[in-house]
């Protein structure tokens, strides 16, 4: 990862978390780690196989085949259908398991929405 200089202390400790997260998470093509980013409005969710370094599968909020059944709902409702919506098309893929990776940020709120989504499908977490 490229050194960046993050001047805001809340940004840079979960920058530290992720770090040392991903010392001890890795993707396979059997069971590739569910990355979940969130940003101020959206959620972003992608699958990884870290073996070969390619994005299985990935989907956010932003998506235009979601974006029916996002519109009007609060954005932790939406974080539960993104999670839904990428164990649907993991499960597609035959991928039955996942490593995850909530990437610093703590799970509570929306990133956990993201699991919860995931697993209601059938998704093991």
Known sequence: M????IRNPKERARIR?????R???SGTAERPRLSVFRSLN???AQAIDDTSASVIVAISTLDKALSAELEGKKKSERA???GKAVGK???AKNVSGV???????????RVRQVAEGAREVGLKL
């Open 99 to 109: 490593v995850f990776d909530r990437n610093g940020f703590i799970y509570h709120g």
């Open 89 to 91: 098309k993991l499960l």
């Open 42 to 44: 959206h959620i972003y």
């Open 17 to 21: 978390r992720k770090h040392t997260i």
């Open 23 to 25: 010392k001890r998470l």
């Open 80 to 82: 539960r259908i993104v």
């Open 2 to 5: 490229a050194h960046v200089k």
